[in-house]
């Protein structure tokens, strides 16, 4: 199981301040739990994988079945998936996004929302009777694993290839790390019309961004705080962490997330 999970929620040196001030109306929880499953649903609700999921599409051949999404979420690149006529196997761990994945299916059509299977599981370490032709992590998704579970990832992921199969992985385009950098505060504003603050903090002597998200309403009740790790990955390490895990690394692509604009991730093709 993923470190930061099976911990617990992490505690930020921000979210120690901000629950020091709101008192009893303070929640502590992490990005994808339950407690913040609002914030996550207001602040995201309207990011679009569509772009993502047609770079994945164009290197799956339709006709060879389910593909295994990894750390499915609350479903950004799993529907424009299935819109594109896919079968997908959804994995994700946390049971508050797998709530919303659901709910999220329930609103589609029953022929699109039966190609979908949800699956409860940890990435690091699942089993499945079933092998893929293709198995994709979408953007993002590997950076919420430590060091010492992404060989679990890479174990898991090539157990359950198919003779043949893909893995897809796109790794967003790592920024350049400055260590002693002071915490960035930015304001973010939800589809609700809520606002929130994110604040952002490079942890001195490590690739690990701090991220801690509470309302800009410092009168709210409850003051719910979220907290969240991310590793800053390059695509260099892990085309070295595949490598030692066995797959080859045959396509290195990059693209624009949004569409257009800047590349800001690459899409690592491996087989075994
Ligand atoms: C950055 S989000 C990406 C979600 C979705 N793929 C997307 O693109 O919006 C990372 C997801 O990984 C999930 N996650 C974290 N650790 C996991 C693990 N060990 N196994 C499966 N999912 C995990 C989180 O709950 C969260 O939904």
Not at 34 to 39: L, P, Q, S
Not at 146 to 159: I, K, M, T
Not at 198 to 225: N, Q, R, S, W, Y
Request: hydrophobic share 40%; with cysteine; proline share 4%.
């Amino acid at each position: 199981m993923s470190e930061q999970i099976a911990r617990g929620t992490v505690r930020t040196t921000r979210s120690d301040v901000l629950l020091a001030s709101a008192g009893e109306r303070g929640v502590l929880c992490g990005i994808y739990d339950e407690d913040a499953a609002d914030t996550y649903h207001d602040l995201m609700q309207d990011a679009d994988g569509t772009s993502e999921a047609r770079e994945f599409a164009n290197r799956v051949d339709p006709g060879s079945g389910p593909v295994l999404e990894l750390a499915a979420g609350t479903g950004r690149v799993t529907f424009p998936f299935l819109a594109l006529g896919f079968e997908v196997a959804a994995l994700e761990l946390s049971t508050a996004m797998i709530a919303t994945l659901r709910k999220g299916l329930e609103d589609l059509p029953p022929e699109v929302r039966d190609r979908c299977t949800v699956v409860h599981g940890d990435m690091t370490a699942f089993a499945l009777e079933e092998r893929f032709e293709t198995v994709i992590v979408s953007s993002g998704s590997i950076n919420v694993l430590d060091d010492a579970d992404r060989p679990g990832l890479y174990a898991s992921v090539r157990e359950h290839l198919a003779p043949g199969g893909r893995f897809l992985l796109a790794v967003a385009v790592a920024e350049a790390v400055k260590p002693d950098s002071p915490e960035r505060q930015q304001e973010l504003s939800g589809l609700s019309g809520r606002r929130y603050v994110l604040h952002a903090k490079m942890l001195a002597g490590e690739e690990i961004h701090e991220i801690t998200i509470c309302p800009a309403d410092e009168a709210a009740d409850p003051f719910v705080v979220c907290t969240n790790r991310i590793r800053l990955l390059k695509a260099d390490q892990i085309v070295r962490e595949l490598e030692q895990a066995g797959f080859r690394v045959t396509g290195r692509t990059p693209f624009a997330s949004a569409g257009q604009g800047s590349e800001d991730v690459l899409l690592l093709e491996a087989s075994l």
